[in-house]
């Protein structure tokens, strides 16, 4: 269910936030792990999880947006695509998931070389897991917001 007013919308973001900063901490601990490829699908196993988990928040998921007026439906998917986002209101699979990561390749390459340098290689490459986790978390919860208020909005005009 979308948020009702400025105020719940505003508290999902902080909840959302929230997430982002644990997963990205879990990200972060799996890239110190010295063997090759294990931070890569921890990094994919922890998008499929939380993205479907933001767009739940918001009110975003196909199954929600499903359920609301064809009115609705046709202004939120006029606004995703408007802002380009290829993550709200869909289905999150793993080849979304490796697109995304895709688009922030050099972070993921410097991370997976950095790692074969001991300790430093291993906290450089804590650091560029936790960024990229938190940016494409962060990237992700300000799209939904977007979306989410332009839906408010254009209900209660008033709001």
Same mark, same amino acid.
Not at 43 to 62: A, Q, W, Y
Not at 75 to 92: A, Y
Not at 104 to 112: D, E, M, N, P, Q
């Given at each position: ?33 010295? /063997?090759?490829?294990?931070? @890569? ?12 988990? /933001? ?8 199954? #929600?947006?499903?359920? @609301? ?6 202004? @939120? ?9 290829? &993550? ?5 699979? #793993? ?10 390749? /050099? ?12 300790? &430093? ?31 408010? &909005? ?6």
């Amino acid at each position: 269910m979308l948020p009702k007013n400025i105020d719940e919308l505003n508290a999902v973001r902080d909840e959302c936030k929230s997430l982002v900063m644990k997963r990205a901490s879990l990200s972060a601990g799996a890239a110190i792990v010295p /063997i090759p490829g294990i931070d @890569l699908g921890a990094d994919v196993t922890l998008l499929i999880e939380m993205i479907p988990m /933001i767009n739940r928040k918001f009110g975003l998921s196909p199954d #929600q947006m499903d359920q @609301l007026n064809p009115q609705l439906q046709q202004l @939120l998917l006029v606004t995703i695509t408007s802002i380009g986002s290829e &993550l709200v209101g869909k289905m999150i699979t #793993q080849q979304l998931v490796l697109q995304v990561l895709q688009r922030i390749g /050099i972070r993921v390459t410097t991370k997976s070389v950095a790692k074969f340098v001991p300790i &430093l290689g291993q906290a450089l490459s804590a650091s560029i897991s936790f960024a990229a986790m938190r940016l494409i978390g962060n990237s992700h919860i300000n799209d939904c917001y977007e979306v989410a208020k332009k839906a408010l &909005l254009t209900n209660n005009p008033a709001t």
